[in-house]
């Protein structure tokens, strides 16, 4: 299969509900079906938090750099590139852009690193109980800073399906829309001051592979514009690690989000095809 019919493989999996308390075996059947695809590359971490009294799981699959066949994600090298993406949802949506097309990106960015390693580590991460508050990740960021574990870089990759190229499509928080385009055909990178020679460098490479994209420096860990920190990328920002988020920004231009509605046939596979294309090699060339 081509990376296409590879992502949309992914989707006929992921795309169910899959709220954590409401959809119960919905959420357990995505989780699982995670680990099984993370297993082909590598053994998969269970990092748990406790919410509510009950457990929760994010899945954690490490992979070498392409200089140490034996070093683990971080450990004894350099720090690693740490990409993640919330596979639960919100209660009566099947998610397929939030955030089915962030997971299977994922899965296919950890078959593509496993087959040609690059030079940092690289950890993929999916996080649970985003839809909660950023749950999964705050405690996986909390417990990195508590061991003081450093990153190179944390990208969350949260909505990457959605694209519209009619004229006004595009939505923005105040006073943006005079930098941007209006029409919703382009990925966004939104990070922290830190990242920019990432933002720049990522921009560049996705937008070389053919897909349109545009990049927001955010300072003060995105407080003035809370749009910014709608995602697993917000608690690496509060505990200082360089971090961002890769977004067809979500409520802002698909009118699928969080509905019964957002389901695969509304997604453009070929944009999404070509973001992933597009994370690949700039991820390899940071």
């Known amino acids: 299969m081509d990376l296409k019919e590879q992502l949309h493989e992914h989707l006929t999996h992921i795309v169910r509900d899959r709220d954590p308390y409401l959809s119960t075996s919905g959420h357990f059947y995505v989780k699982q079906y995670i680990r099984e695809q993370f297993q082909q590359w590598g053994t998969v971490e269970t990092h748990e938090f406790i919410i509510r009294g009950q457990t929760h799981q994010n899945l954690i699959l490490n992979l070498p750099p392409i200089n140490s066949p034996l070093a683990k994600g971080g450990q004894g090298g350099s720090p690693p590139i740490l990409i993640g ?48 508050g950023l749950l999964g990740s705050e405690a996986y960021a909390n417990e990195l800073h508590q061991k003081q574990q450093q990153l190179r870089l944390m990208i969350s990759l949260e909505m990457l399906g959605y694209c519209d190229r009619t004229p006004n499509s595009q939505r923005y928080p105040a006073k943006l829309e005079y930098f941007y385009p209006n029409r919703g055909d382009f ?47 917000a608690p690496f920002w509060d505990k200082g690690y360089k971090a961002m988020m890769v977004t067809d920004t979500a409520f802002m231009r698909n009118p699928h989000y969080h509905k019964a509605s957002d389901r695969i046939e509304t997604l453009d596979l070929d944009f999404l095809t070509g973001v992933c294309r597009g994370l690949a090699a700039g991820i390899r060339r940071l």
């Not at 990178?189 to 920019?196: E, M, Q, S, V």
């Open 187 to 233: 990925i966004a990178l939104i990070g922290n001051l830190t990242t920019i020679p990432d933002l720049i460098n990522l921009s560049r490479n996705i937008r070389k592979d053919g897909t349109p994209c545009e990049w927001l420096p955010v300072p003060n860990r995105g407080l003035i514009v809370r749009q910014t920190r709608l995602s697993d990328h």
């Open 85 to 132: 993406a919330h596979y639960d949802g919100v209660p009566g949506t099947p998610g397929a852009d939030d955030n089915g097309t962030g997971v299977a990106a994922l899965l296919e960015l950890a078959r593509i690193f496993a087959a040609e390693p690059i030079k940092y580590p690289v950890r993929l991460v999916a996080f649970d109980m985003e839809e909660y």
